[in-house]
Antibody
Framework: QVQLVESGGDLVKPGGSLRLSCVVS????????LSWVRQAPGKGLEWVSY????????QYADSVKGRFTISRDNAKRSVYLQMNSLRVEDTAIYYC?????????????WGQGALVTVSS | EIVMTQSPATLSVSPGERATLSCRAS??????LAWYQQKPGQSPKLLIH???TRATGTPTRFSGSGSGTEFTLTISSLQSEDFAVYYC????????FGQGTKLEIK
């Protein structure tokens, strides 16, 4: 069955860096777009970034542009989110989510999430 | 940015009754609208995509309708497991989510 498993969440100080990983199984990894979606404590959902199936198109929400970098390794069936210059407002659960085989589709499978806490 | 507005913020309904949740987009999103269910401590789960297509495994008591800027999620006869937070999401122009409707037991 389809599974997405995030790791790398941690407590980090403002201005610090962190790298999240998401390993997937149960589907042809290289066919699908993959996104990161975050949820601040007690709040709603916010799309953060996506990587196209080939990795040739990488897109970001304005709130993280220039600070976060998404990448994927199709051989390792993994997608990553490098987060630099972290701010308190980046505190959230970060979910890895599968998009479609084309740009801009719904998210049909989600991981369990990785908690990132930015605090001094 | 397309803003998604859900109403009401909280809906209190008795088991067995019908629940109707609304979602409005600030501009047309065609039928590129999904609904997700999230229970405490869990990740979101896709219920409906393309405004009205049930995802695999979604019970038939869940139905979606609408297009353009006005959308509705209807749960025909509420079961105990349906009490959760529901989010709408547009994927017509990037991705934005509504702020959620909490469906609670009356």
């Amino acid at each position: 069955q389809v599974q997405l498993v995030e790791s790398g969440g941690d407590l980090v100080k403002p201005g610090g860096s962190l790298r999240l990983s998401c390993v997937v199984s149960g589907f042809t990894f290289s066919d699908y777009y993959l996104s990161w979606v975050r949820q601040a404590p007690g709040k709603g959902l916010e799309w953060v970034s996506y990587a196209s199936s080939s990795g040739g198109s990488l897109q970001y929400a304005d709130s993280v542009k220039g600070r976060f970098t998404i990448s994927r390794d199709n051989a390792k069936r993994s997608v990553y989110l490098q987060m630099n210059s972290l701010r308190v407002e980046d505190t959230a659960i970060y979910y890895c989510a599968r998009g479609g085989t084309n740009r801009l589709e719904y998210f049909d499978f989600w991981g369990q999430g990785a908690l990132v806490t930015v605090s001094s | 940015e397309i803003v998604m507005t859900q109403s009401p913020a909280t809906l209190s309904v008795s088991p067995g009754e019908r629940a109707t949740l609304s979602c409005r987009a600030s501009q047309s999103v065609n039928s590129n609208l999904a609904w997700y269910q999230q229970k405490p401590g869990q990740s979101p789960k896709l219920l409906i995509h393309s405004a009205s297509t049930r995802a695999t495994g979604t019970p038939t008591r869940f139905s979606g309708s609408g297009s353009g800027t006005e959308f509705t999620l209807t749960i025909s006869s509420l079961q105990s497991e349906d009490f959760a937070v529901y989010y709408c999401q547009q994927y017509n122009y990037w991705y934005t989510f509504g702020q959620g409707t909490k469906l609670e037991i009356k």
